[in-house]
């Protein structure tokens, strides 16, 4: 099944030119910050760069890169390229560590906001005569607006009822006929179970769609949705420091999300050395926004782990694809130099039948050798009588491990349930030789 | 006869036998035979006890990793070559024999034995006159 494109005329461009758009749009982005922000002037000049130095696409990797602390210490405004008269909106991300990181659109960054969300939504399989459900929080954060503009921009009806009063979205769910659900993926787990409790009929929602991101979830979590709402679940991907949602969407192939990237060019790096990585390596996330006035950045590390495919992709679309996150560069660890992120761990776990995605890394140092030590906990039909299949059990979740990461690991089959379980961030990792 | 026997997966940890008996004895459950299979890593527990089902949910709700296999319990006299006599008749009948635990006092010796074919096991010993223990005698009812 192939969805309608939006804008077949970017979303289907040729790679050469995609590259030829990125170029003049890189180069026009890069005077303005350069003339119009001090910090991103003073940085480059520091390097011995002008915006002469930056001709094309390849040039990008030369520019400093620009983190969420940089934002944070030029709070409010510091980071905005046009006069305050010229922006219209301002969103801010909840500053669970000190000050909010605040973002500014102007006029046009509204518009291309409106833009990339349609295609998000075109995408998603939404058109005009769908009723959008958008129960992201509206607000400060950026998830409720983001959807709600590309929803108007498509034509669909839209239903602004906010995040959370359950009872009231269930209601209107019915009584309006919704057709599409925005939300967070935990909150679209939580409505499918208030559904089956309030003992509403499926057969009386016209539910079909369900586009759904703001925080990473699996593949496993996707095909019970998917199963519980009965409706097609899309992945979206956005952060408010490129644009809010809109920055990456899925195709009804759910084979990768597309990047809008005629606004926004990705990269992946080693978050270690920093280096570009070659096409196909899982490694951060990095995004230099080129078409936006308000608050553009250059080289925006996300700390999202992933990597990119350039292939065309059945539906049509050229957009390069990146994989769902899998996890934060902040979580990787190095261990006989060899770079690791506990999200590797997990998806092993995960396709195993036998083990539970419920496990403990335990990283230390015997000898000046990095040693790694796995607990797990087997799903509980696996606990055998018999030692010999237990052994092999561990060899085999031994085996699957290395293989996915290059890395050999002690593998500590453990009893069920004694792995602590968090709602947030689980404690995933100790990393004892950080004692020494 | 073919008996039921729970098995529980227990790390190397201490304290955490005494943990299974405990939640055992305090649900009035008796334990007639028992082993432990060890490893550096972990332990599997092994045993017989008075009432398996009901022990299986209790430890189950205590998060304790519990399966039930089938295992077959049978008598020898408490005599030099004895048990010989009867593994012979397995090796012959060409089952093989997962694991064993056994003990002997006065005349009598039980075994509780674990194979890969059970049935056919029972047959034989019941066509060479063996003494199997059912489960009536160690069951409660």
Sequence with gaps: ?436 | MIIKQLSVFLENKAGRLHEVFDVLGGANINVSACSVADTSEFGILRMIVSEPDRAREILKEKLFSVNVSEIISFATPNTPGALSKTLEILAAAEIGIEYLYGFSVGEKSFIALRCDKPEKAVMEFQRHKLELISSSDLYKF
């Design chain 1, 1 to 436: 099944m192939t969805n309608k494109i939006w804008n077949p005329h970017f979303e289907t461009m040729s790679r050469e030119d995609m590259r030829q758009v990125q170029s003049e749009r890189l180069r026009d982005a890069v005077e303005r910050v350069y003339y119009n922000v001090p910090y991103y002037r003073e940085k480059m000049q520091s390097q011995g760069l002008g915006p002469e130095h930056i001709k094309s696409v390849d040039d990008l990797s030369k520019l400093p890169f620009t983190v969420k602390q940089d934002l944070r210490d030029n709070y409010p405004f510091g980071l905005f390229a046009v006069p305050m008269s010229e922006i219209i909106r301002v969103h801010a991300s909840s500053g669970t560590t000190g000050k909010p990181t605040v973002v500014g659109y102007t006029r046009a960054d509204i518009g291309v906001w409106s833009e990339v969300m349609a295609r998000t939504l075109t995408s998603a399989g939404a058109g005009k005569n769908d009723f959008i459900q958008i129960a992201y929080g509206y607000g400060l954060f950026t998830g409720g607006l983001g959807v709600h503009y590309g929803g108007e921009k498509i034509g669909a009806s839209v239903i602004p009822i906010s995040g959370g009063n359950t009872k009231r979205q269930l209601q209107l769910m019915e009584d309006f006929g919704s057709t599409v659900l925005a939300c967070t993926p935990s909150y679209a787990a939580y409505l499918a179970e208030a559904i089956e409790e309030s003992g509403i009929k499926r057969e009386d929602l016209k539910l079909r769609i369900g586009v759904f991101g703001a925080e990473p979830w699996t593949e496993n979590m996707r095909r019970e949705i998917e199963k519980r709402l009965q409706i097609k679940a899309i992945d979206i991907y956005g952060l408010s420091e490129i644009i809010g949602p809109g920055v990456s969407f899925e195709c009804p192939h759910q084979c990768g999300l597309h990047i809008n990237e005629d606004h926004f060019i990705p990269e992946i790096i080693d978050p270690e050395t920093l280096e570009v990585l070659p096409e196909g390596e899982l490694g951060e996330l990095v995004f230099s926004t080129i078409t936006k006035e308000g608050l553009p950045i250059i080289r925006y590390r996300t700390r999202d782990l992933t990597r990119l495919n350039f292939e065309k992709c059945a539906c049509g679309r050229t957009l390069v694809r990146m994989n769902k996150c899998t996890g934060r560069s902040d979580d990787m660890l190095i261990i006989r130099g060899v770079n690791l992120f506990p999200s590797q761990i997990e998806s092993v776990l995960l396709e195993m039948d036998e083990t539970t995605p419920h496990y403990l890394l335990i990283v230390d140092r015997l000898n000046n050798l990095d040693t790694l030590e796995l607990q797990v906990e087997v799903e509980d039909r696996f606990y055998s009588d018999t030692i010999g299949e237990l052994q092999n059990l561990r060899k085999k979740i031994q085996h699957q491990v290395e293989s996915a990461t290059g890395l050999s690991v002690n593998v500590k089959l453990v009893e069920p349930k004694t792995i602590e379980r968090s709602e947030g961030k689980a404690k995933r990792v100790i990393d004892k030789r950080k004692l020494f």
